[in-house]
């Protein structure tokens, strides 16, 4: 199918979910890019305390506030 017959069937309300091979679907500018980071103690302390609070993972909270942060810029 044409892209352009794809998109007129969703812009006119039609199911488009049996056409999209899931198997292969990515999310755009979501590949994962491994860093490594050196924090001192005292914020890995802070960002332990804050992780527990929330009931998540460091690196969640993290990647949280980069994210934020990245927004205002």
Same mark, same amino acid.
Request: glycine fraction near 2%; charged fraction near 35%; aromatic fraction near 6%.
């Given at each position: 199918?044409?892209?352009? /017959?794809?998109?007129?069937?969703?812009? =006119?309300?039609?199911?488009?979910?049996?056409?999209?091979?899931? !198997?292969? *679907?990515? #999310? %755009?500018?979501? /590949?994962?890019?491994?860093?490594?980071? =050196?924090?001192?103690?005292?914020?890995?302390?802070?960002?332990? !305390?804050? *992780?527990? #609070? %929330?009931?998540?993972?460091?690196?969640?909270?993290?990647?949280?506030?980069?994210?934020?942060?990245?927004?205002?810029?």
């Amino acid at each position: 199918m044409k892209s352009k /017959d794809f998109d007129k069937k969703f812009d =006119d309300g039609e199911s488009v979910t049996s056409l999209i091979n899931k !198997k292969h *679907a990515r #999310r %755009l500018n979501q /590949d994962q890019k491994r860093v490594n980071v =050196d924090f001192p103690q005292w914020m890995v302390d802070l960002l332990d !305390k804050q *992780a527990k #609070r %929330l009931g998540v993972t460091r690196q969640s909270v993290i990647k949280h506030f980069i994210a934020d942060h990245l927004k205002h810029i």
